[in-house]
T-cell receptor, first 109, second 112 residues
């Protein structure tokens, strides 16, 4: 069974701070995605990474796929209250993705 | 495009009753997925369809759950009979080729 463990599970920080969220597995994935979910809504896709070692930037968010394609990280620079939400990684193959356990982030103004 | 549309948004039902959740995927997306989300277990894949055909239903918890996709624009997830432990948020998502999922807003199901 493929499992994706995310850490930390919960994170509460002040506006302006930096943070990193981790997504780890013992399985190799052909691609990995990150989603953000706000209360009462479904997850929204942020990025897809497909190549080992790949780094993608989306404004203040930096995503990295591990060289062995088993792990990934999400780094947020100068967090803002609008970044608050549940961050989910998802490892995938041809048809389906398995979602991680999630990191619940709260950014305080 | 209106995105993935799910109905109802909220459903409260009594134990033993039949519950039907509905989903309209994004036009042109050829894969459809049903997920269940709880605090304890996170997002669990229940079943997914490719070109209206069920490909993997190994995540369906038991025979009380069934899903259909009669055409490319409509899918249902049915629970009969419902039990309190089925209480969760149920998401439908669709996906085109080489794309990420687009999720609906979910149906919050409460079985009392």
């Amino acid at each position: 069974t493929q499992l994706l463990e995310q850490s930390p599970q919960f994170l509460s920080i002040q506006e302006g701070e930096n943070l990193t969220v981790y997504c780890n597995s013992s399985s190799v994935f052909s691609s990995l995605q990150w989603y953000r979910q706000e209360p009462g809504e479904g997850p929204v896709l942020l990025v897809t990474v497909v190549t080992g070692g790949e780094v993608k930037k989306l404004k203040r968010l930096t995503f990295q796929f591990g060289d062995a394609r088993k792990d990934s990280s999400l780094h947020i620079t100068a967090a803002q209250p609008g970044d608050t939400g549940l961050y989910l990684c998802a490892g995938g193959g041809t048809y389906k993705y398995i979602f991680g356990t999630g990191t619940r982030l709260k950014v305080l103004a | 495009d209106a995105g993935v549309i799910q109905s109802p948004r909220h459903e409260v039902t009594e134990m033993g009753q039949e519950v039907t959740l509905r989903c309209k995927p994004i036009s042109g997306h050829n894969s459809l997925f049903w997920y269940r989300q709880t605090m304890m277990r996170g997002l669990e894949l229940l079943i997914y369809f490719n070109n209206n055909v069920p490909i993997d239903d190994s995540g369906m918890p038991e025979d009380r759950f069934s899903a259909k996709m009669p055409n490319a624009s409509f899918s249902t997830l049915k629970i009969q009979p419902s039990e309190p432990r089925d209480s969760a948020v149920y998401f439908c998502a669709s996906r085109g080729d080489r794309a990420g999922y687009t999720f609906g807003s979910g149906t919050r199901l409460t079985v009392v």
